[in-house]
């Protein structure tokens, strides 16, 4: 009588139980007629997901660039990150660009809405480029849920920078990406606002489960990240 054979995880255990995000050694360098200048140095980390992770460090450290690679908008010079297991560098650009399309969503500190687009038009729009029919509803639901229902047809320059940057954060949410990344997303902002948008990131991203990065100077943001990952001269200070 031959003995069972121990159980393997299935290919889908295995899968859920993969990184989100796995950032592996990833170095960025420029060069010019001064020299070669290193930006981001063995940068190598995992996030899972629901994970809420801050990128912390001064001006210049990096920070920006790592998310700018993060997001497949700029290229490493060594090293890779993987998203939900797909190599983003082995991909060509159109490929990065589906790939974002499909698991990611963006917060950006100068809100990037398009201004010749209503506020519903401009959280319409990822949906349409990815051909969901149900945008216009969908996109309607989701400003309403951050606090914007009465204002769909209203263009940006007649929003205020926080109506503005709810826009944004509801057209980042409403794809429900796998990641959503954040660039100084309360930069632009006074206080209070800042305050208020924040918070609504940190409950949509509750609600959705989405693993979120973001860069800030804040050190009061940041602490509300499960982790923090400081950057300076390019590399990760350990034990941060």
Known sequence: MSETPPETPSSSTAAAS????????????????????????????????????AIVGASGSGKSTLLSIIAGLDTPTRGTVRLAGEDLFALDEDGRAALRARRMGFVFQSFQLLGNLTALENVMLPLELAQRRDARPLAAEMLGRVGLGQRLGHYPKVLSGGEQQRVALARAFVVQPDVLLADEPTGSLDFATGETIMRLMFDLNRELGTTLMLVTHDRAIAARCDRRITIDAGRIVPGD
């Open 18 to 53: 993969a990184p989100v995000i796995a950032v592996e050694h990833v170095h960025k360098s420029v060069t010019d007629s001064t020299g070669t200048l290193d930006i981001l140095r063995d940068i190598d980390f995992r996030l899972a997901a629901r994970d809420t992770v």
